[in-house]
């Protein structure tokens, strides 16, 4: 069952963009969201506001990815920015099977068109000096290094 809502911050002033209409999609940017809001080292942040052009892998027409988080932080080895998708590990890699599903064709085509978005992304940062991250639930739940 999805598991959306709007995210009041405690500390607005931090939020760069419209905070009335913060939106999270799933329990795990929900728990982003508020690391972000509570975490002293993250200056400033916003959700879906940054747009990524990617070519998509089964129609090969250009589209329009918008990541979860745009962030910058102080960091150990200074102020850096990061642009995040925040996705569940079972949507970052094919799995291996015995037989091609129709279940799994599907879960497959998630994952290319993931990577398609991922790599558009990774270019767009690097062209910016930004750092792209991909947060599963093993980042979620273990700990986010780096800013604190």
């Known amino acids: 069952m999805p598991y959306q809502g709007k995210f009041l911050p405690r500390a ?3 939020y760069a963009g419209n905070v ?3 939106i999270y999609r799933s329990s795990w940017e929900r728990r982003f969201f508020d690391y972000c809001d509570r975490t002293p080292g993250i200056l400033r942040w916003v959700s879906e506001e940054v747009i990524v052009p990617y070519r998509h892998p089964l129609d090969d027409n250009v589209h329009r990815y ?3 988080v745009w962030l910058e ?3 150990p080895t200074g102020r850096r920015t990061f642009l995040i998708e925040i996705k569940p590990k079972s949507q970052t890699e094919i799995r291996v099977i015995k037989r091609r599903t129709r279940k799994f064709l599907r879960e497959a085509s998630v994952v290319a068109i993931n990577h398609a978005k991922w790599d558009a992304a990774k270019t767009y940062c690097s062209q910016r000096g930004w750092t ?3 947060l599963t639930e093993d980042h979620l739940f273990g700990g ?3 800013i604190h």
């Open 12 to 14: 607005p002033e931090k």
């Open 20 to 22: 009335s209409n913060i």
């Open 66 to 68: 918008f990541p979860d």
């Open 73 to 75: 932080a102080h960091t």
């Open 132 to 134: 792209f991250m991909v």
């Open 144 to 146: 986010i290094g780096g």
